[in-house]
């Protein structure tokens, strides 16, 4: 058996809501990396788990739920309590009997007092708050006598440390986590049918499983970890990522008669905790993203068009980024990492869409008029009319709400004359007049956003309407900007001599990452000397998914970054035929991208724009993508020569045509400033005069 994603939960039989310590943790581990989340309420647990079990169902996918509870009690229990020597009959019989509110206001000692009483003598169940007067349940083990059950279940026997079943009260309270917990599994088991098997006592494959498990099986890789909200947190995260990697087929096969495994059940994992701890102790092995030669470019090569080395560049990317699982409404502005797919219909059900009266159109008949006596009570949103309305009759409804049985028209209620007990409109009316049909904008199951897709503020409009709490995100690709240059002062707090220049492009660059919704890393700036920023770099390969370099990327003599990254991150110098722009450095340092982009701000800037927008949005999971231009009269002229690209800086001048900024230099920073855009000349030779048509790239298509 297979799965694609295991959760593990740390069940509880709080009385009251709680969160964090001895609360209900749930751990998940599959192919995408989830944190441990918390849940103050069994019911909102349980909503989440039916969440989850909808998705994977959706997904076609394979799902592990395992539970730090009993699923069965010692032998002849079962068949004691509900004639049958199967744990499931218990589950039933607890589901019957078992209340437990949104609040965990529950009633398990009474149904665990209940239960003694069918037994011979006192107990087998025991503990209790002494405020309970409940005689058939002792408030101490020793007290029991006479119930003639063991204290021990056959895989408890593996499992050292593992409280009784009967225990309902303080520490290793498994008892009443299991009255509250079967009960509930039990009504999962109705609510999901055929598509949920119970390990180990339904021999039979189904997209979900159910099992139990015992989260002190890994105990010693708990008291190791670091990091975690509390141990809880720890274990379920743990044992998920364990059950994940191990061969849990082989764990899976029965290791006691049937009769017991279907009477007692069985622990997942018992007496494979070195095995469980061993596949926590190997992380797993994971294939570089990008290859070492990704950037290579063919021999002999000398300038390369910007097209085409915007096609290397998007051959040599792909995502870097793992996936994290974050709550609906923080997700804005992150990248999806799974299609969603609605686990509700918007709307969910039929509804009206305006104020007005609703009525049967088949019971009409003709145009009109008609006059239509009235039922007591109206529909209105949030409150559903709950009978059905007569043939003949109709209804006061207002916007929103649900159409009630016998109504599939709504007359707009400025059409309609009532006086409380009647109501009288003109025909003809169309059926189904006014009203909005169930999933008409999206269906359950449908698949309504792809992954990739970078969400907007009415994506998560959409999400929730649509019933996902949680959504799938890449984590935020982590920019880091590096500087270097012997002139460059990190930033203006310090007293500058003549020669030296305070670091413009980290600035800008930190400012431009964090604007494309990424989380820039600052990596301060470096000397010209080759040892430092090979520690620097070193060090930035450790917290970053890619790293920016400005300054010394040329093949002068004080370029350090080019000679170091061809020595030691398999660097090649793409020559662009661009303009502002020299080389343009790309290399691995240690299997993060480098880009070294030029030391002068336009030119930094410009290829920022051109090269890195792509290229960090390709890294970053939401694929390749390009600025959206314009083309617009020239409100300039310009002789420009054939072989390279030219971006100059440019905005919209009164008229909507382009002007650009009065000098080329490519030092002069206030030009950008100044600019709202790019104008893009092509590769070849063109002449412009005012009214030229010539493509205007605003920067807001640049993202910025
Ligand atoms: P380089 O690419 O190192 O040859 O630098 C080209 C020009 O850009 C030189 O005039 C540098 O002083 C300047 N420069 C390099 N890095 C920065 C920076 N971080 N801020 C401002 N100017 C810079
Ligand atoms: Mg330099």
């Known amino acids: 058996m297979s799965f694609d994603r295991i959760l593990v939960v740390d069940w509880s039989a709080n009385s009251t809501p709680k969160r964090g310590a001895d609360s209900i943790w749930i751990g998940s581990a599959g192919a995408i990396a989830t944190p441990p ?3 103050a309420t069994r019911t909102e647990a349980l909503a989440h788990l039916q969440d989850q079990m909808q998705d994977m169902l959706a997904r076609h996918q394979r799902l592990l739920i395992s539970f730090d509870i009993g ?9 004691h309590l509900t004639g049958q020597p199967s744990a499931l009959a218990v589950w039933d019989w607890l589901a019957a009997r078992i209340e437990d509110d949104t609040k965990n206001r529950n009633n398990r000692f009474q149904v665990a007092a209940e239960i003694n009483r069918h037994f011979p003598g006192l107990g087998p169940f025991w503990g209790r708050p002494d405020t309970l007067d409940l005689p058939d349940l002792p408030s101490k083990g020793t007290l029991r006598h006479g119930h003639g059950l063991a204290e021990l279940r056959a895989t408890e026997a593996l499992c050292s440390g593992a409280h009784p079943m009967w225990k309902l009260y303080t520490t290793g309270s498994v008892g009443s986590q299991s009255l509250l917990g079967q009960a509930h599994l039990a009504r999962l088991r109705a609510a999901f049918g055929d598509a949920l098997a119970v390990w180990p006592m339904e021999d039979r494959a189904a997209p979900i499983t159910l099992a139990e498990t015992y989260l002190s099986l890994i105990d010693k890789a708990v008291q190791d970890s670091t990091g975690y909200a509390c ?20 764990m899976m096969q029965p290791e006691a008669p049937p009769d017991t495994l279907r009477e007692e059940g069985w622990i997942l994992g018992a007496g494979h905790g070195a095995a469980l701890l061993a596949s926590l102790t190997q992380p797993d092995l994971i294939p570089p993203r990008l290859r070492n030669d990704c950037f290579a470019m063919p021999q002999g090569v000398d300038w390369v068009p910007v097209d085409d080395a915007m096609d290397r560049l998007r051959a040599a990317l792909s995502s870097v980024t793992t996936p994290e699982q974050i709550r609906t409404a923080q997700a804005g502005g992150r990248i999806l990492a799974q299609d969603l797919i609605a686990r509700r219909a918007n709307p969910p059900a039929p509804n009206s869409a305006v104020d007005g009266y609703g009525c049967a159109h088949a019971a009409l008949g003709g145009d009109g008029p008609h006059t239509l006596p009235l039922v007591a009570g109206r529909a209105a949103a949030g409150q559903p009319y709950t009978q059905t309305v007569p043939q003949g009759h109709a209804i006061r409804i207002l916007t929103g709400a649900i159409l009630p049985q016998g109504v599939d028209t709504i007359v707009l209620e400025e059409d309609c004359a009532s006086d409380g007990a009647r109501v009288a409109f003109d025909g003809p009316v169309k059926p189904r007049a006014n009203t909005r049909k169930a999933g008409e904008d999206i269906a359950a199951g449908d698949t309504f956003l792809q992954t990739g897709r970078i969400l907007t503020p009415a994506d998560l409009a959409l999400a929730s309407a649509l019933g996902l709490d949680h959504l799938t995100v890449h984590c935020k690709l982590r920019v880091g900007v590096l500087s270097t240059g012997d002139e460059i002062l990190p930033d203006p707090s310090h007293a500058a001599a003549p020669h030296q220049i305070y670091d413009a492009n980290r600035p800008m660059l930190l400012e431009i990452a964090r604007k494309w ?16 920023i090979a520690k620097a770099l070193d060090q930035a390969a450790e917290s970053c998914d890619v790293i920016l370099t400005s300054g010394g990327a040329s093949a002068g003599d004080e370029d350090h970054i080019s000679r170091l990254l061809r020595q030691h991150g398999h660097l090649t110098s793409w020559r662009i035929a661009l303009k502002p722009g020299r080389p343009l450095a790309l290399a691995l340092w240690n299997g993060v991208p480098v880009i070294g982009l030029p030391g002068n701000p336009v030119a930094a800037f410009v290829c920022t724009l051109i090269f890195g927008r792509p290229a960090l949005s390709t890294l970053a999971g939401s694929g390749w993508i390009s600025p959206q231009g314009f083309d617009l009269p020239a409100a300039f002229s310009k002789k420009k020569k054939p072989g390279r690209r030219e971006y100059l800086r440019a905005r919209l001048d009164s008229q909507g045509a382009v002007e650009v900024f009065a000098s080329e230099g490519s030092g002069r920073i206030s030009g950008l400033s100044w600019a709202e855009g790019l104008v893009e000349l092509p590769d070849h030779a063109i002449s412009i005069t005012p009214g030229t048509r010539v493509r205007y790239v605003p920067f807001t298509s640049f993202g910025l």
């Open 37 to 39: 989340q918390n849940f």
């Open 71 to 79: 699923f069965g009690f010692p032998k002849g229990f079962a068949a």
């Open 231 to 250: 141990k809880d947190a720890a274990q379920v995260d743990l044992l998920a990522r364990a059950f994940h990697s191990v061969d849990l087929a082989a």
């Open 517 to 532: 919704g990424y989380q820039p890393v600052d990596l301060g700036c470096q000397p010209d000397d080759e040892a430092t």
